[in-house]
Every structure is written in C-alpha cells, then in structure tokens.
T-cell receptor, first 115, second 120 residues
Framework: GENVEQHPSTLSVQEGDSAVIKCTYSDSASNYFPWYKQELGKGPQLIIDIRSNVGEKKDQRIAVTLNKTAKHFSLHITETQPEDSAVYFCAALMGRDNQGGKLIFGQGTELSVKP | GAGVSQSPSNKVTEKGKDVELRCDPISGHTALYWYRQSLGQGLEFLIYFQGNSAPDKSGLPSDRFSAERTGGSVSTLTIQRTQQEDSAVYLC??????????????????FGPGTRLTVT
C-alpha cells in the first residue's frame, strides 16, 4: 500500500554540524515531496519541497535531494543551530490523474541540536 | 496574511459524546485537508475537499467520522459517539489549488495549529 518510511527517528547533533534525514516512498507515481518542521504544540510548517522533475533543491542552509529511480529523498541541514531543534516530517503526494492528492507522511525525526 | 485557523484549540469530552471541530482555511484556498496526529506519531490523512465536494474520503476511520465544507471556505469535522482511541490532534491544511496538479505551483499545503481532542 501507500507508505513512506523515515529514518532516523531521533537525531542528536552538535551545533554547527550537519543533519541528514532520509525517506523512502512506495508509490512510483508520486511527484511532490514536501518537508515539514513541527515545534512543540504547533502545527507543521512547510520548510522546503521538491518536485519530481528536479534532483536537488536548496534554500540557504536547507537542501533536499530526490532519487526517483530508488524512490528515496533526503533532507540536509547544514550549520545546524539550536533553533533547528524540532520534529521533522517528510511526505509524498499520493494521487491519480491530476485530481489532487493526499500527503502520506513519514513517522517523523526528532532533531536535537546541542549548543 | 492570516494563516489557517482552527477551533477550539483544546477539547475534552466524555466517551460517547459528539464533537465538532472547525477549520478556517487561508482566504482564497480552494482545497482543504484534514489529518490526524496521534501522540508521537506521524500525520494520518482523513479527508480532502476541492471546493465543497470531497473527492477523497478514504482516510475517515469509521462512519462515526464525517466532514463538510460549505461556501467553499469553512469546514467542520464531526465525530459522533467519541471513543478513547479518537484522542489525538486534528490538523487542517489548505492549498490554493489541489496538491499534485501537474506542473502547477500553489498546491503547497499549509497547516493550522490543530485541535487537541481528549476523550475521557
């Protein structure tokens, strides 16, 4: 069935180091892959997304890569800061025939950046 | 501008009672989505609206759950005869156009703060 696997479930890094979170998806028709950051008690916030026609996208310290053949995508955060500490979710769009679709989410990665 | 808003922010109810959760999407957004997040879990899709119609209700867990959207704007999610396993954070999201329309920007989903439902 429709599935997104996310690893690791927890990640602890030192301030200034890089963090990488990886996801795999099952539906080869998926064409949109957003990443969300969720802080305690708040709703998920869209931080970056990638569509299936590109392999990489960057926005300042955040980058996302996509390998359609292998059906996996990754989030890279460089020069991490304590305020990057949060739970990060990957998602893949499941839909058919351009009718609009639902997002299937990974289980989340709790990132902790130690000062 | 204003983001997605949800009310109430917290709801405590007794098992067996009905509850209504409300979502106000971003003005002008045609698509609206409901998700559920159980403690420490990822988000689980419930239902999606395009305008007032619901092309995808596949995520509703039982017939106790229903949702409607009127006027192409506000949506309410109703849970009848609540059970303890319904306890979760219910999140609403909206997008300018339905997510996934080929090559179209504006289909990013923006989330509200959620309603925390506790069934005692």
């Amino acid at each position: 069935g429709e599935n997104v696997e996310q690893h690791p479930s927890t990640l602890s890094v030192q301030e200034g180091d890089s963090a990488v979170i990886k996801c795999t998806y099952s539906d080869s028709a998926s064409n949109y892959f957003p990443w969300y950051k969720q802080e305690l008690g708040k709703g998920p916030q869209l931080i970056i997304d990638i569509r299936s026609n590109v392999g990489e996208k960057k926005d300042q310290r955040i980058a996302v890569t996509l390998n359609k053949t292998a059906k996996h995508f990754s989030l890279h955060i460089t020069e991490t800061q304590p305020e990057d500490s949060a739970v990060y979710f990957c998602a893949a769009l499941m839909g058919r025939d351009n009718q609009g679709g639902k997002l299937i989410f990974g289980q989340g990665t709790e990132l902790s950046v130690k000062p | 501008g204003a983001g997605v808003s949800q009310s109430p922010s917290n709801k405590v109810t007794e098992k067996g009672k009905d509850v209504e959760l409300r979502c106000d999407p971003i003005s002008g957004h045609t698509a609206l989505y409901w998700y559920r997040q159980s403690l420490g879990q990822g988000l689980e899709f419930l239902i999606y609206f395009q305008g007032n119609s619901a092309p995808d209700k596949s995520g509703l867990p039982s017939d106790r759950f229903s949702a409607e959207r009127t006027g192409g704007s506000v949506s309410t999610l109703t849970i009848q005869r609540t059970q303890q396993e319904d306890s979760a954070v219910y999140l609403c999201a909206s997008s300018l156009v339905p997510s996934g329309l080929a090559g179209f920007k504006g289909d990013e989903q923006y989330f509200g703060p959620g309603t925390r439902l506790t069934v005692t």
